[in-house]
């Protein structure tokens, strides 16, 4: 049997490139996809067998290109996806709602779309999509995005329904309070102060690591085991609310 191969979005840092490299020491060979086309082909470098494939999973046209050049796909890692302010609903900026929905749902659906065909010739294909704890609750400031990982969650509740006795899981990941390089980064256009203050006095936010372990998890279950939806926060953090702080 050929190596089983796993693609990943958004795999250039933080969750995406930790799930690469975590899917890469389960022997996956893993095809990196990101915009960023230099640092995946460093990442790519680093990883057996890896290859990496500057994409855009807005740019419909260029996810049907890229699938047609798959021979084999096992695994499709919905990551890509983000944050774009934190302004509420009556100031929020459109423009930043367009973005997050493109990214974190249309995204999922021009990968999904293009990549299902081989998923279910493998045999035993797996589409995990990671969504947040803003999939299934929100909080004040957090509308745009809530409402666009809200439509990733819908994605993947529908999904699993419409493939049920075909050979596809369907796995939700919804990882809380997690401190990678750049989310907060990006969501706060790059005010450092804000991204910061977004951990501020938190002992121990998870990591991209302990999110990629999470996934690499369950995409390693038997076939006939399907992790629906897996919530994983930090010990610190009881809800979207309730983040316990030291002084
Ligand atoms: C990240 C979790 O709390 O910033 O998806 O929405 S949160």
Same mark, same amino acid.
């Given at each position: ?56 999973? $807005? ?23 983000? !944050?774009?302010?934190? #302004? ?31 998923? $279910? ?11 947040? $704890?803003?999939?299934?609750? $929100? ?6 995005? !809530? ?8 994605? !993947? ?60 998890? !369950? ?8 992790? #629906? ?19």
């Amino acid at each position: 049997m050929s190596t089983r191969t796993a693609v990943i979005t958004g795999a250039s840092s933080g969750i995406g490139a930790a799930t690469a490299r975590r899917l890469a020491a389960e022997g996956y060979r893993v095809v990196l996809t990101a915009r960023r086309a230099d640092l995946i082909e460093a990442l790519a470098k680093e990883l057996p067998g890896a290859r990496a494939h500057a994409l855009d999973v $807005t740019d419909r046209a260029a996810v049907e290109a890229f699938a047609a050049t798959l021979d084999r796909v096992d695994v499709l890692i919905n990551n890509a996806g983000g !944050a774009h302010g934190a #302004d509420p609903v009556a100031t929020a900026d459109p423009a930043d709602w367009r973005t997050m929905y493109e990214v974190n749902v249309l995204g999922v659906l021009h990968m999904t779309q293009a990549l299902l065909p081989a998923l $279910t010739a493998s045999g035993d294909g797996t589409v995990l999509i990671l969504s947040s $704890t803003a999939a299934l609750g $929100t909080y004040e400031g957090g509308s745009g995005y !809530a409402a666009a990982k809200h439509g990733a969650h819908a994605v !993947a509740e529908t999904l699993r329904l419409e493939l049920c006795g075909q050979p596809v899981r369907v796995i939700e990941i919804a990882p809380g309070m997690v401190r990678t390089d750049e989310f907060a980064l990006t969501r706060f256009r790059g005010d450092r102060a804000k991204a910061d203050a977004v951990y501020a006095g938190v002992a121990e936010p998870l990591t991209a690591e302990d999110v990629a372990d999470t996934i690499g998890w !369950a995409v390693t279950r038997p076939p006939h085991v399907n992790i #629906d939806l897996l919530v994983v926060r930090p010990r610190a953090q009881a809800s979207n609310y309730k983040v316990h702080r030291e002084a």
